[in-house]
T-cell receptor, first 114, second 114 residues
Framework: GESVGLHLPTLSVQEGDNSIINCAYS??????FIWYKQESGKGPQFIID?????DKRQGQRVTVLLNKTVKHLSLQIAATQPGDSAVYFC?????????????FGTGTLLAVQP | ETGVTQTPRHLVMGMTNKKSLKCEQH?????MYWYKQSAKKPLELMFV???????ENNSVPSRFSPECPNSSHLFLHLHTLQPEDSALYLC?????????????FGSGTRLTVV
């Protein structure tokens, strides 16, 4: 029979509020992390990346925080807009692994309420 | 337009049909990938090509057959598929040199097997 898919976590926020999307990774040796955004009907798009020698990196309206102690990655979106509604994926490359083998998380659906 | 073009965007095929998905990248990247995206599941890596050579086959059934004639083009040949193969098939490319490991994805082919 058909296998049961994973339930996609959903974050619902009001337009103008800040959003925080979280991701837990499993490999303590992971060296490089990326956040992707996937809108309906499109492929994932690169948002921001961070290396393991950094704790924080900022882009335009987005900030990525890395806590290696607890193996946690977060994406903060300031002043969330309706166009930010999408599924957000974190991805990692394990240190010493194939440099082109990204491991993706399940994803979080961000729903922005007007 | 992300620089990675996939055709067709939508495909409906019977279980006895043979079809091919096409991917073309205009970014000068040297690695290309096929991913399968099913509802509420993480992206599943299927195949990896580096400099036209297949470097990973992630236990994909033989009814999926990849082909990479050059660094810019990637195909996925399909035959005797099952309904559970219905999914979004995403192509991606990346450049391994220069310390940039992010993928650029195409918009995907939405495949329905009937």
């Amino acid at each position: 029979g058909e296998s049961v898919g994973l339930h996609l976590p959903t974050l619902s926020v009001q337009e103008g509020d800040n959003s925080i999307i979280n991701c837990a990774y499993s490999n303590s040796a992971s060296d490089y992390f990326i956040w992707y955004k996937q809108e309906s009907g499109k492929g994932p798009q690169f948002i921001i990346d961070i290396r393991s020698n950094m704790d924080k990196r900022q882009g335009q309206r987005v900030t990525v925080l890395l806590n290696k102690t607890v193996k946690h990655l977060s994406l903060q979106i300031a002043a969330t807009q309706p166009g930010d509604s999408a599924v957000y994926f974190c991805a990692e490359i394990p240190y010493g692994g194939a440099t082109n083998k990204l491991i993706f998380g399940t994803g979080t659906l961000l729903a922005v309420q007007p | 337009e992300t620089g990675v073009t996939q055709t067709p965007r939508h495909l409906v095929m019977g279980m006895t049909n043979k079809k091919s998905l096409k991917c073309e990248q205009h970014l000068g990247h040297n690695a290309m990938y096929w991913y399968k995206q099913s509802a509420k599941k993480p992206l599943e890596l299927m195949f990896v090509y580096n400099f036209k050579e297949q470097t990973e086959n992630n236990s994909v059934p033989s009814r999926f057959s990849p082909e990479c004639p050059n660094s810019s083009h990637l195909f996925l040949h399909l035959h005797t598929l099952q309904p559970e193969d219905s999914a979004l098939y995403l192509c991606a490319s990346s450049q391994q040199e220069g310390g940039s490991y992010g993928y650029t994805f195409g918009s995907g082919t939405r495949l329905t097997v009937v």
